[in-house]
């Protein structure tokens, strides 16, 4: 008995997708100060980080974020270009590392701590 070729071909084609690799997980997430009128965006693919002024209210828009690769310290990455804005960081970790961050807006260096929005947890 002579077995069909689309029939061994849909076999090759199920244990190929079966036995393939899977592809590295890349996680994404984002942040909003209390009102939204700054915000972050983190890709782990690459690590970067992207801090945008989403009002043209004379504010600044600085991300607070934990480094655990760095000795779990938080740094301040400012946006003081204006609303309508965005700053890249390139943070370079090491895959899987821990990775913290939540958004606040500021003015002349100083934290508003009073439009902070929560604290996001992610990894690169």
């Given at each position: 008995?002579?077995?069909?070729?689309?029939?061994?071909?849909?076999?090759?084609?199920?244990?190929?997708?079966?036995?393939?690799?899977?592809?590295?997980?890349?996680?994404?997430?984002?942040?909003?100060?209390?009102t939204c009128n700054?915000?972050?965006?983190?890709?782990?693919?690459?690590?970067?980080?992207?801090?945008?002024?989403?009002?043209?209210?004379?504010?600044?828009?600085?991300?607070?974020?934990?480094?655990?690769?760095?000795?779990?310290?938080?740094?301040?990455?400012?946006?003081?270009?204006?609303g309508g804005t965005?700053?890249?960081?390139?943070?370079?970790?090491?895959?899987?590392?821990?990775?913290?961050?939540?958004?606040?807006?500021?003015?002349?260096?100083?934290?508003?701590?009073?439009?902070?929005?929560?604290?996001?947890?992610?990894?690169?």
């Amino acid at each position: 008995m002579r077995i069909p070729r689309l029939l061994i071909a849909g076999a090759l084609l199920v244990g190929t997708l079966v036995l393939a690799p899977a592809a590295p997980a890349s996680a994404t997430s984002s942040a909003c100060a209390s009102t939204c009128n700054g915000s972050a965006y983190f890709d782990s693919y690459g690590e970067h980080l992207y801090v945008y002024d989403n009002a043209h209210d004379g504010l600044a828009v600085v991300v607070w974020n934990k480094r655990f690769d760095l000795g779990g310290n938080w740094y301040a990455g400012w946006n003081t270009s204006g609303g309508g804005t965005v700053r890249p960081f390139n943070l370079s970790m090491p895959e899987g590392t821990p990775f913290h961050y939540y958004v606040c807006l500021g003015s002349g260096g100083v934290t508003y701590w009073n439009t902070c929005g929560p604290v996001v947890y992610d990894a690169a």
